[in-house]
């Protein structure tokens, strides 16, 4: 089983979480830390590195919410010691799709899958629908 955590500023991770189960039902293997205004950056890499270890045993795919913040550096940190797979940027429709078929594909395939699909979720949609 290929399991789910995201590190995100703020709650929101546990929001995605929450929303995705209003569209695709519970999901199973999926955990959220959050990084709050206040909270160290060594407890939260504690936390992370804790986290990370209890999936050790199973396959991981990490989302952190952008590239340099903290819960990114607290998630490059623990990657050097254990082996998962770190994507940055998670969006909505993203993780739904990550969540949905996570076991129907390996973990290459849905990092594949994941910087394929990401790129379509975003659209500029004045541009897509101009009637010029």
Not at 57 to 79: C, H, K, W
Not at 90 to 105: E, G, H, Q, S
């Amino acid at each position: 089983m290929v399991n789910i955590l995201i590190v995100t500023h703020g709650d929101f991770g546990k929001e995605l979480l929450r929303s995705s189960e209003i569209i695709i039902g519970k999901i199973d293997g999926a955990k959220s830390i959050s990084f709050n205004l206040g909270e160290s950056f060594e407890t939260l890499a504690k936390e992370v590195s804790d986290t990370i270890e209890k999936f050790s045993s199973e396959e991981l795919i990490v989302f952190t919410d952008m590239y340099g913040g903290s819960p990114f550096n607290a998630v490059q940190r623990a990657l050097k010691n254990n082996n998962f797979y770190h994507i940055t940027g998670v969006n909505f429709p993203l993780f739904i799709d990550i969540a949905v078929n996570k076991n129907a594909y390996s973990l290459d395939e849905i990092a594949e899958k994941i910087i394929k699909n990401g790129k379509k979720s975003i659209v500029f949609v004045n541009e897509k629908f101009s009637t010029d």
